[in-house]
């Protein structure tokens, strides 16, 4: 079974539109990470989220930590061509003492001029 | 300096080929992982170095043999691969904390070695 999932899974927005993506996890998160894939590259670290009600933002992207630290959501404002690619929630899971660095389900986004 | 390099960046390689995909890190971090991704799926953990000790191995095949020779590298040596271990193939590096749930660790990734097996 996923740990971590997102939704929805693919999506097409028109430029200057809103959007979200959620992160939904089976167990309590003790800290969400959020990144960015480019088609066939490497992952891009956008935010960290921690605290229950956490919320933090870099340029037109907002991440959210829900209080109960199960659910966490992406906001972009006024989308752009440059947001287009696949975005992953990550968390690390302890599992019999060890660490676990997992990924969700992963959003493709497509961004249209 | 943020940067996690993988060589090489692209590599074709026969079933009875032997090669090695190579990670270097200059952070400081002690924690070091590879994934395998494939294509439309999330990254898949794969190894986990801690201290330069293998701390998880995700039952991968023995065909794929990781190694850190020390605190900035990481290999994956590959013998006898399989077409569909055909895959982008991702390091990552991480601070280690002694409790990542409540201190928080993020990782750091390169670009990743695209790997064809035919």
């Known amino acids: 079974s996923q740990e971590l999932e997102q939704s929805p899974q693919s999506l097409i927005v028109q430029e200057g539109k809103n959007l979200t993506i959620n992160c939904t996890s089976s167990?309590?998160?003790?800290?969400l990470y959020w990144y960015k894939q480019k088609y066939g590259e490497g992952l891009i670290f956008l935010m960290m989220?921690?605290?229950?009600?956490e919320e933090k933002s870099h340029e037109k992207i907002t991440a959210k930590l829900d209080e109960k630290k199960q659910q966490s959501s992406l906001h972009i404002t006024a989308s752009q061509p440059s947001h287009a690619g696949i975005y992953l929630c990550?968390?690390?899971?302890?599992?019999?003492?060890?660490?676990?660095?997992?990924f969700g389900t992963g959003t493709r986004l497509k961004v249209l001029a | 300096d943020t940067e996690v390099t993988q060589t090489p960046k692209h590599l074709v390689m026969g079933m009875t080929n032997k090669k090695s995909l190579k990670c270097e890190q200059h952070?400081?971090?002690?924690?070091m992982y590879w994934y395998k991704q494939k294509a439309k799926k999330p990254p898949e953990l794969m190894f986990v170095?801690?201290?330069?000790?293998?701390?998880i191995n995700e039952s991968v095949p023995s065909r794929f043999s990781p190694e850190c020779p020390n605190s900035s590298l990481l290999n994956l040596h590959l013998h006898a691969l399989q077409p569909e271990d055909s895959a982008l193939y991702l390091c990552?590096?991480?601070?280690?904390?002694?409790?990542?749930?409540?201190?928080?660790?993020?990782?750091?990734f390169g670009q990743g070695t695209r790997l064809t097996v035919v």
């Open positions: 990552a590096s991480s601070r280690l904390a002694n409790n990542p749930e409540l201190e928080g660790c993020e990782a750091f």
């Open positions: 167990k309590t998160l003790y800290g």
């Open positions: 989220l921690q605290k229950g009600g």
């Open positions: 990550g968390a690390i899971f302890s599992t019999s003492g060890t660490y676990k660095y997992i």
């Open positions: 952070m400081g971090h002690r924690a």
């Open positions: 170095y801690s201290y330069e000790k293998l701390s």
